[in-house]
Structure formats: structure tokens, C-alpha cells
């Protein structure tokens, strides 16, 4: 059975109170640094896994699909500007990327590899957005510039505050 406790917050915080739920009472002395950096965790893992299935879909479509099916789905222009041999290549690197975003860290061999997949996966989101605004679709280059960032992101996370190596 799930209650609300009264956590209180140390005196050098804005605020004399935080309302949460759980199902103990957290220890005394739990710091409000304590559940930023989970807050942090949380959000890292959520955007890698959205990352991962992006990208996991992204490339599968590249490596099974034909070029002319491709190329006929909606902002599916790009791919007449590449080989059919270059689209099955970049899709099997955001397959790897996307295994990369959550493998090593799931089974807890080489964990380094996530953040290094992100910059991977970032450099590929990097040449999609200059590859769409050469084609003049800015909306698609602002879609490949958000997943950009979210790779940054978890680039950023993962190699700097919430690594799995420290």
C-alpha cells in the first residue's frame, strides 16, 4: 500500500517541504541532490530508449525495404540522392547504434559504449539535417536537429554527470 510522507528538505532550500509518495519513508538525511541526480538518470534513460527505438526502426526500414519503397514514403526524397549499397550501410550503423545506446549498459560489459554511440548516432543526425536543408525541407532538417540534441544529450549524460564508469 502506497502512502504519502512529508520529506522535509534542509533548511538551506527555498521551499520547507516536499509531498511525495512511496512505500517507506525515505531515510533522514535524504538530500534534495540525492533525487536530482536520479531525476537525471530517469530522463537519460528514457530519451536512449526512445533514441534506441528511433533508430532501431529508422534502420531496419534501410536494410529491408527496397530503395524505390523508400524513396516513395513521406520525406523519402533523399534516398534517390544516395545508393541503394550506402542506404543499407548507414542502416546497419543505426542498428549497431541503437544496440549501443542500451546493450552495454543493460548487461553492464563495456558501459562506455553508450555515450560513444550517441556521438556516433549524433554525427549521423548531424549529416541527415545538412542533407535535408540542402534539399530545402526544413521540416525534416528540424526533425534531425531535435534528434541531434537528444543524442547530445545523452552523450553529454552519460560521459559527464550520470556515467557508468564513476
Do not use: C
Request: charged share 15%; proline share 5%; glycine share 10%.
Amino acid at each position: 500500500m502506497t502512502r504519502v510522507t512529508r520529506v522535509h528538505r534542509h533548511k538551506d532550500r527555498a521551499t520547507d517541504a516536499l509531498w511525495a509518495t512511496s512505500d517507506e519513508i525515505p531515510p533522514r538525511g535524504t538530500s534534495y541532490r540525492g533525487q536530482k541526480e536520479h531525476t537525471m538518470n530517469t530522463a537519460l534513460w528514457i530519451v536512449t530508449g526512445l533514441l534506441a527505438t528511433v533508430f532501431l526502426v529508422a534502420g531496419a526500414n534501410k536494410l529491408f525495404l527496397s530503395h524505390e519503397k523508400l524513396a516513395k514514403a513521406p520525406g523519402g526524397g533523399w534516398v534517390l540522392d544516395f545508393s541503394a549499397d550506402f542506404l543499407k550501410g548507414l542502416g546497419a550503423v543505426e542498428v549497431l547504434g541503437a544496440v549501443g545506446l542500451v546493450l552495454p549498459a543493460l548487461v553492464d560489459v563495456a558501459p562506455v559504449l553508450v555515450p560513444v554511440a550517441a556521438v556516433g548516432l549524433a554525427l549521423i543526425m548531424a549529416g541527415a539535417a545538412v542533407t535535408t536543408l540542402r534539399r530545402h525541407e526544413p521540416l525534416h532538417a528540424l526533425l534531425n536537429l531535435v534528434y541531434l540534441a537528444l543524442a547530445v544529450f545523452v552523450a553529454w549524460g552519460r560521459f559527464g554527470p550520470e556515467s557508468f564508469t564513476g
